[in-house]
């Protein structure tokens, strides 16, 4: 028999599997999910109301245990973005062997490990490191999935898993077992698995200062924001100081954490555990919103680098908004709510958002030199003066953001305009790049390095940065566009990106 689910048990089926396991699904979802509920309610031959009251009221690790199976996705495979593997051999693991020597302990977690490759691939890494036997090594991968628990236990992985193994590592590693293949046994009892649920409070799994290196990949992207805080919180407690953190390519701490200092080497990035002296600073709320600008000219854009480009519109736009109009002041607290912070930003922000982007540069150069320690201001002042080509000064803002922000996107974009002002093209690169991680939204970046490949005649990079860029900047959120569009709107901005595509044969 179908059972009846309603709307409202959805919704709090959604509730209680955020609470219990840490996953969040949306409202597109909820077929998904009510399918998933019948067949739980079929299994236990209950009534909606009566199977939610118990999953409400228990810690029932059974039946948690089997909503797992049904709700997570368990996609892995070996040495899965490989770069990350190789910072972990040629950076983490010889880093945390010199910082524990005295110890001989290393201690790392593969956290989310699904069937275990991941945690088999580090195995195999750890191997290669030649490490003394007197060190005491231990290497855990743990998953809320008991299917996928008894399957790494196993170690018998199919030719898919196989899939970006190099033939010399499968050799050396496996065995063919009828269609699968066999994991080499010395290794399998190298790597502890374990069922644990990352989103309760384990004291046993989260001991403090016990990790050297987690790997917590492609887990995050599947919690709702507040257990995602939690879990990393819990992670960055049971991890050594100077301990490295790799998360998957598509998840950053950005907005989430300000307890690790962002890694980037082999052309990936990874984060490691701050030392305990080094005080983490709250992140200030960011800027709410803006009114879209007026549109700019395209000219400009034919000048020698992108900041030249700002430069010149910045200027002609201020021009135009020399004509008389109603005094910020007048018109303050009527446009939107304002973030208050001690100082007020609020005319700053305003004089911005109608372009009169000097007479905003003044403004928050008065602000008292206690402000030099905002985020926000630092943030703004940092756009201002790169838009003024006032660079070196803005290279030291954004550096001295960076110091109380260093998950800022925003610090880092406008460092990248100014490093390839400085005829630094890598360091301008390096820092789109690091831009985009953090923020994987964020338009001009993409577009920024779109323009540097156009202009280094890579074609196949410009495209793919400027494809990229024309997708978000359609999105973007209208305060960004004003802080960062370099006094272009999101329209001529949406234009320059079509002209420079057709021009390296992309799809405008
Ligand atoms: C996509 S796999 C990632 C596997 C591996 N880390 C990788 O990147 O290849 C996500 C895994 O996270 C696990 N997971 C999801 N929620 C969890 C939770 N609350 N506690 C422990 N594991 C969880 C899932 O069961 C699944 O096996």
Redesign the pocket.
């Given at each position: 028999m179908r059972r009846l689910v309603s709307a409202a048990d959805i919704d709090r089926f959604r509730a209680v599997i955020a609470h219990r396991?840490?996953?969040g699904f949306e409202d597109a979802k909820s077929a998904f999910l009510a399918d998933v509920m019948r067949r739980r309610l079929d299994v236990g031959g209950q009534t909606p109301e009566a199977y939610l009251d118990r999953l409400d009221a228990e810690h029932r690790d059974d039946e948690m245990g089997a909503l797992?199976q049904e709700l997570?996705?368990?996609?892995?495979?070996f040495f899965?973005?490989n770069d990350q593997y190789r910072a972990f051999a040629e950076i983490a693991l010889p880093d945390r062997l010199g910082a524990q020597a005295a110890a001989k302990r290393l201690r790392i977690l593969?956290?989310?490990?699904?069937?275990g490759?991941?945690a088999f691939s580090l195995a195999m890494l750890v191997r290669d490191a030649g490490i003394d036997p007197s060190w005491d090594v231990a290497i855990l991968g743990?998953?809320?999935?008991p299917a996928?628990v008894s399957k790494a236990t196993r170690g018998l992985f199919s030719e898919w898993a196989l899939r970006e193994t190099p033939a010399d590592v499968r050799r050396r590693w496996f065995k063919p077992a009828g269609r699968d293949f066999a994991l080499d046994d010395t290794l399998r009892a190298s790597v502890t698995f374990e069922e644990?649920?990352?989103?309760?409070d384990d004291p046993r799994l989260w001991q403090p200062d016990t990790y050297d290196i987690v790997?917590?990949?492609?887990?995050l992207m599947?919690?709702t924001p507040e257990?995602g805080q939690t879990?990393i919180t819990r992670i960055g407690r049971a991890m050594k100081a100077g301990g490295y953190l790799f998360l998957?390519h598509a998840e950053t701490l950005r907005g989430v954490s300000d307890d690790f200092h962002l890694r980037h080497t082999h052309d990936t990035f990874y984060y490691q555990r701050k030392q305990g002296a080094e005080r983490a600073t709250p992140l200030l709320p960011a800027i709410t919103s803006f009114a879209a600008p007026a549109p700019a000219v395209i000219a400009a854009v034919e000048a020698d680098t992108w900041i030249d480009a700002i430069r010149s519109a910045c200027e002609r736009i201020e021009t135009l908004a020399r004509s008389p109009r109603p005094s910020a002041s007048a018109r303050q607290g009527s446009t939107r709510v304002a973030v208050m912070p001690t100082w007020d930003l609020d005319l700053a922000r305003e004089l911005l958002r109608e372009e009169r982007f000097a007479e905003a540069l003044d403004r928050i150069e008065r602000l008292p030199p206690e402000s030099g320690q905002d985020p926000d201001v630092l943030l703004l002042l940092a756009a201002l003066l790169t838009q003024r080509g006032r660079l070196v000064e803005a290279e030291d803002t954004c550096r001295r953001l960076l110091d109380v922000d260093e998950l800022s996107a925003g610090a880092h974009y406008l460092l990248a305009l100014c490093r390839e002002h400085a005829r630094d093209r890598p360091g301008a690169v390096n820092h789109d790049q690091v831009a985009i991680h953090l923020d994987p939204g964020f338009a001009m970046p993409h577009l920024h390095l779109g323009l540097l490949a156009r202009r280094a005649g890579d074609r196949g990079a410009a495209r793919k940065e400027l494809e990229q860029a024309l997708l978000l900047l359609q999105r973007e959120d209208s305060s960004r566009m004003l802080l960062f569009g370099g006094g272009f709107s999101r329209n001529t901005l949406v234009a320059l990106c079509r002209t420079e595509l057709a021009g390296c044969g992309g799809q405008a």
């Open positions: 396991l840490g996953l797992s997570t996705v368990s996609e892995t495979y899965r973005h593969s956290a989310g490990c699904a069937s490759e991941e743990v998953d809320v999935n996928m644990r649920n990352l989103s309760r790997f917590f990949r492609n887990v599947y919690f257990n879990v998957g």
